[in-house]
C-alpha cells in the first residue's frame, strides 16, 4: 500500500472516529473511573449488590494497607480503593471531579429500585437545558451519583 492512500485511509478513521472535531490528541473513551472509599463492605454492598457493577478483581495492596477492586457495569469500569483515614467529600463542592451520571430509561421506576434497596434519592427534577428527568443519590462515603433519562 502506497503511503500516499495509507495516510488518507488513516485520515478518513481519524474523521469517523472523531466525527470530524478537531482533536490534537488521539483518545478513544474514558477507560475507567477511580474513586475512593472508606469501608470494603459498604462499597461493595453499594456498588455490586445494589447497582450491580461486576467484580472484576479484588486486591490488597499489602505495601499501601488498602484494597483495589475493579468493577464494571455494561462499559463503564470503577476503580474503587479502599484507603483508611481519608477527608469525607466536600461541601461545598471543591474542584475535581464533582459526580457520575448515569443514564436510566426511566428515572421514575430507577428511584424506585433504589429506594427498594434502602438508598434515599433527591425528588426528581428536569434538567434547565435539556428538559430530561433526573436526580442525585449518593454512595456511602457522600460521592454524588446521578442518574437520567
Known sequence: MSSQIKAKRDHIRHYIFHKG??????LAR????????SDKTA?????????????LREN?????????????LHDCELELFIMKDHP???????YGLRHLAFQVEDV????????????RCEPIRRDAFTGRKMTFFHDPDGQPLEIRE
Open 60 to 72: 490488597y495492596r499489602k505495601d499501601r494497607d488498602d484494597w483495589k477492586i475493579d468493577l464494571k
Open 43 to 55: 462499597a461493595l454492598d453499594f456498588y455490586h449488590n445494589k447497582l450491580g457493577f461486576q467484580i
Open 21 to 26: 472535531g478537531k482533536n490534537n490528541v488521539d
Open 108 to 119: 421514575e421506576k430507577t428511584v424506585s429500585e433504589l429506594e427498594a434497596e434502602g438508598i
Open 30 to 37: 474514558i477507560h475507567h473511573i477511580a474513586l475512593i472509599c
Open 88 to 94: 469525607k467529600h466536600l461541601f461545598p463542592e471543591a
